[in-house]
């Protein structure tokens, strides 16, 4: 606790402690907003950033009018967590006034998330980065350290009750920033546009309509589903952008998308496949360039979402067999056992093996094997993946294996099926 120190090489104790348990960057700022201490010593910084210093300078100094605007100067102020446009998160406490000279401790960057080839070519793209440089950033953000949000939190509390000798809860820390980071409420007000709207018969659609449209994806009834789509009124759609009609457009299918996609899970379609085909139908909206490809793509999307519900209904089968198969398609790439999915459905090995024949006519491990083989029809027809390492990733023992096994559910070899496929380009 920093009271019970001397402030300065109390401040110095905390920030190693923080790194040595955490191997995350922590730099200990002076009342200047100078760097007093950096661990480590030396760092790759960003390849955006000329001076450290003045970036980490220019994020103290933007917290702490507002952080320490409900708290006493001798106290230290609730922990901050900043993102940059560069999706990397800090975490900053300033000290309290009495303790090394009222100085800020920072604790990064790090981020939520490994990002992948794509979403790193992506957000070059939206900085502009010369090609030149694209292998320095690429370089960067690989050796930055993953921390999801909730571990991100609990460091921050960390961080908090080392310094104070309190304790934070997660409300607290949550509560705090979320003001902070939503002070300007949204432009215009609520009550005057409801009453203009009112006042002008200009109504958003009746709830019943919207909750009609998903129950009929939900039970995979596509021919329903049009018929109420064609009731929809193009004046009941809200704004979701004053400034461009077609942005106005891409976001109300991608709200329409995102609810689709919750009515397919609801009627038991495998909620993996429906996220994906989320992901799918709203990157190709995001591409389009007029509005009317945009209301085509909506209903497009919907009907994509009744076809794989129908599909997936018609097993009929049992919510602990359905989960069971769920499980098994998520986890394909990874070692399946009857233990296991025993552990997930709740019941023991003998029962589900006997539920699980009797409903599908597969026993598990020849569903496992099946759904292997169909995965592995997927990845033969994607470029630059070796027949070797698709049987490796998918867990057969060797090649020979795969090749029996291939051919018992397709009637052909792996070779043969992928030069079937080659000649039909």
Not at 193 to 198: A, G, L
Not at 363 to 389: M, N, W
């Amino acid at each position: 606790m920093l009271n019970h120190l001397d402030g300065h090489e109390g401040a110095q104790y905390i920030c190693k402690v923080l790194y040595e348990s955490l191997q995350i960057p922590v730099f200990l700022l002076d009342a200047n907003r100078r760097i007093e201490l950096a661990l480590p010593s030396s760092s790759e910084s960003a390849p955006w950033v000329h001076n450290l210093n003045e970036l980490l300078s220019e994020i103290a100094d933007s917290t702490k009018s507002e952080n320490n605007s409900d708290h006493d100067s001798s106290n230290a102020s609730i922990p901050i967590i900043r993102t940059t446009n560069f999706l990397e998160n800090y975490i900053l406490l300033h000290l309290p006034s009495g303790s090394s000279n009222g100085g800020s401790i920072v604790i990064g960057p790090t981020l939520y998330t490994h990002l992948s080839e794509d979403n790193m070519t992506s957000l070059m793209r939206d900085h502009e980065v010369p090609l030149k440089l694209q292998e320095q950033w690429m370089k960067y953000y690989r050796s930055l350290t993953v921390l999801n949000k909730m571990r991100l939190y609990h460091t921050a509390m960390l961080m908090y009750s080392l310094v104070t000798g309190k304790t934070l809860s997660l409300s607290e820390l949550l509560l705090d920033t979320r003001t902070l980071e939503h002070k300007q409420p949204p432009a215009g007000s609520l009550d005057l546009d409801v009453s203009y709207r009112r006042e002008n018969t200009w109504l958003h659609h009746e709830p019943m309509l919207e909750k009609a449209l998903f129950h009929h994806i939900k039970n995979g009834n596509k021919a329903e589903l049009l018929r109420v789509q064609a009731t929809f009124s193009e004046d009941n759609y809200g704004v979701l952008s004053k400034k461009s009609h077609l942005r106005n457009k891409k976001n109300l299918a991608i709200s329409c998308i995102t609810l689709a996609t919750r009515a397919a899970i609801d009627g038991g379609l495998y909620w993996e496949i429906s996220y994906t085909l989320s992901d799918f139908h709203i990157q190709h909206i995001e591409e389009l360039k007029d509005v009317p490809a945009v209301d085509h793509a909506i209903l497009n999307a919907l009907c994509d979402f009744a076809d794989h519900v129908k599909e997936s209904r018609m097993a009929k089968l049992s919510r602990t067999v359905a989960l069971c198969q769920n499980y098994i398609f998520n986890h394909l790439y990874e070692e399946l056992s009857l233990d296991k999915l025993a552990e997930v459905a709740g019941l023991n090995r003998s029962y589900l093996s006997l539920l699980f024949k009797k409903e599908t006519g597969f026993t598990i491990s020849d569903f496992i094997q099946f759904e292997r083989i169909v995965e592995a029809k997927r990845l033969i027809e994607l470029p630059g993946i070796s027949l070797s390492d698709i049987a490796t990733r998918l867990h057969f023992n060797d090649q020979s294996y795969f090749t029996k096994v291939f051919k018992k559910y397709t009637g052909t070899t792996p070779k043969q099926f992928r030069r079937n496929w080659e000649s039909t380009l």
